[in-house]
């Protein structure tokens, strides 16, 4: 499935860690806090023929494994024996993949906001719960646990800063260019949501349960 906003083809990844838009509501409805994962497969991450042709333009951002990795795990599949040197992917094999487009921080951008807007668009569409309440039942959950694939926007926790200036230079402008498909708010206010969404939100929900 995709969504489209602004021109954007957005994949859904259709895994457990992913949510349905019964499972957000499911959640907010519950007093439940949604974290937004920060691993650009979750986000969007498209791989090989399964992109629509309207991604072409984009650049193709392979998953680099090594063909020792390959040849142990997906071919030979020896699950379980000890990894050594020989089974594991080099700096150099990575490298020889190509520099990877410094501008995919603005497409990764957009699919970061792109799930924020739906999340608006979702709660807006169910009709029976408060969106401003719900605005606060969303948080950064980046999972930066060393197996993320990390959006160009936000490589580590140390550029959490950095995505967050973008998010409110960019976010109102992004809505505005998709208003057709979700409104925001009347009362809808960038700063106190991006402090909000980057803080406030996830320190308010543990602060409730201690």
Known sequence: MYNTLNGLMTAFNPSSINLYDEDIMTIIRSGGMIGLNLDKRILGYTEGDSRPAAMNDFAFEEEYISNAE????????????????????????????????????????????????????????AGDYDVQQALTQICIGSDFDGLINPVRCCMTVTD???????????????????????????????????????????????????
Do not use: W
């Open 160 to 210: 959490i800063n950095t995505l967050k200036t973008a998010f409110r230079k960019n976010f109102m402008a992004y809505a505005r260019a998709n208003k057709d498909l979700v409104k925001l708010p009347a009362d809808f206010n960038i700063d106190s949501f991006t402090e909000q969404l980057f803080f406030v939100n996830g320190k308010n929900f543990i602060l409730h349960r201690l």
């Open 70 to 125: 390959k040849d142990v795990y997906l071919t030979k599949r020896k699950i379980g024996t000890r990894v050594n040197d020989f089974n594991c992917i080099t700096m150099q094999e990575v490298l020889e993949g190509g520099e990877v487009n410094p501008a995919l921080a603005d497409y990764h951008l957009c699919h970061f906001m792109s799930h924020v807007l739906h999340f608006i668009k979702v709660v807006q569409h």
